[in-house]
């Protein structure tokens, strides 16, 4: 069973959290809550390395697919061709 919390709104911050619960015909408890969630989706969402930059991951595109597929021969080969000896 939910328990109960107080919490103390500005006279303007109030009058916009009725109006909403008006227009989407809930209850001000309702708005709140799901407010109260969404803010903790974001903040608590911090996760692990991986999860905070998983939607960075293979967003570049382009040039070579495999960089890290024989780095120390490209290597090698790179150093003979400034030398001149390719």
């Known amino acids: 069973m939910p328990s109960p919390i107080t919490l103390r709104l500005n006279p303007k911050t109030r009058q916009r959290v ?3 619960a008006r227009r ?6 309702d708005v709140l809550r799901d ?7 974001r903040e608590d969402s911090a996760g692990s390395a991986y ?8 967003v570049v595109e382009g ?3 495999a960089l ?10 790179r150093l003979r061709a400034r030398r001149g000896e390719l």
């Open 18 to 20: 009725e109006r909403i």
């Open 35 to 41: 407010a109260i969630e969404n803010w903790i989706e």
């Open 51 to 58: 999860d905070r930059m998983k939607h960075l991951l293979g």
């Open 68 to 77: 890290s597929v024989k780095t120390g021969k490209r290597f090698a080969e």
């Open 63 to 65: 040039g070579d697919s």
């Open 24 to 29: 989407k015909g809930t209850t001000t408890s």
